[in-house]
């Protein structure tokens, strides 16, 4: 199925923890065209960080068929109203870029209630928005952006929504569809076998035995037990504490930026990691966990990160937020420090077989990226047909 060209208006940053906007995006340009357009970034953060410079460029390609295109301000206040007042400024500019790459009619892919400011501006021929978390529980005024999101969301001809809770808070609005995550197949086969094509049977074999072992767990005793993914204010660091004073014959490892500037005691954090780079370290763990606080966040998210857990073969044990529960016995639920101690002893105790590595892998390859692609270009061409 051929992919329209589209006009993306993310919330991440092409280079930052890959998310639903850049996996989609960079799928769908392998058969089609898409600008990418970043949120606003001070201008004072990019002069003070030389990898950024690029983004003084304004648009460059960062792919073969997909463009990212950096609005560069003075002042980025995170209030929805002067964000909206920003977007309505910088249409101009979206707008000259997609029309300097031949853009006509093009997908308008909204991800932020305060993109209602591009509606109707980049003579687009359809326009989606798709809500990957809860936008209100990340904003400054709650109030402001479920206007807001109301308003995109009557103005779309299509709603994705990542999870089944964000689906079901949205039913009144109309026809709301369920996008789920994904996990990378061809990122992670790619690294881990020096094969982006590599066959299950190939793939197995190297998360039974990695070629590599991150330096910073190569001289680790005991068992690795590994969360992967940002640690804000979602992530329960009271569970993760505990969990260490409870068994310090045990290695737990977090990989990923956090809101702290020092991890529980007994746990060894090694930072944010290239994407390249991350799959070493999920391959190296022994069991993998997810533990969330119980909040708007767990209720409403539907983590990429456990998706590739699955990718790897690995145990997975998590809070029983709603996500969790939808992958039936692939994933143990547990709510405390106890709970997960006794899940996780359970699956160190009886070992990993071949077959049940396997079946995680499959089951992650089955929800692929490319997939949920596929369904998006679905809803697409259904939409297109009752506009004709």
Known sequence: MSTPDIICLSTNHWTGLPTSKQHLMSV??????????????????????????????????????????????????????????????????????????????????????????????????????????????????????RVLERKLMKRSDIVFVASQSLCEARRECGDIHRLQNAADGMHYRKILTGDASASLDDFAAALRKPRRVPSELAGLDGPIILYGGAAYGWFDFELVADLAKMRPDWNLVMVGPSERSAPPHGVLSV?????????????????????????????????????????????????????????????????DAAGFEKAISSVLDGGTSPKL?????????????????????????????KMR
Request: charged residues 25%.
């Open 28 to 145: 769908l340009a392998r058969s089609g065209r898409v600008l990418y357009v970043e949120p606003p970034l001070d201008i004072f953060s990019v002069l003070g960080r030389r990898r950024q410079w690029s983004k003084l460029n304004g648009l460059r390609e960062v792919q073969e068929g997909l463009w990212v295109l950096s609005p560069v301000v003075v002042i980025d206040s995170s209030l929805p109203g002067k964000r909206v007042a920003f977007h309505r400024r910088f249409l101009p500019r979206v707008a000259r870029a997609a029309r300097g790459l031949g853009f006509e009619n093009p997908i308008l892919w909204c991800f932020s209630p305060e993109h209602i400011a591009y509606a109707g501006g980049l003579s687009e021929s359809i326009l989606i928005y798709h809500a990957a978390d809860d936008p209100a529980g990340l904003s400054r005024d709650p109030d402001m952006t």
């Open 271 to 335: 930072g944010r990691k290239r994407y390249d780079d991350f799959p070493w370290y999920v391959a190296a763990a022994d069991v993998t966990i997810l533990p969330l606080r119980e909040g708007s966040h767990s209720r409403n998210c539907d983590p990429i990160i456990l998706f590739e857990y699955l990718l790897c073969g690995k145990p997975v044990v998590a809070t029983p937020f709603p996500a969790a529960s939808e992958h039936g016995d692939l994933v143990i639920r547990a709510s």
């Open 357 to 385: 590595i396997r079946r995680r892998v499959e089951y992650a390859l089955d929800n692929a990226w490319e997939k949920r692609a596929e369904v998006a270009l679905g809803f697409i061409e259904k939409a297109k047909e």
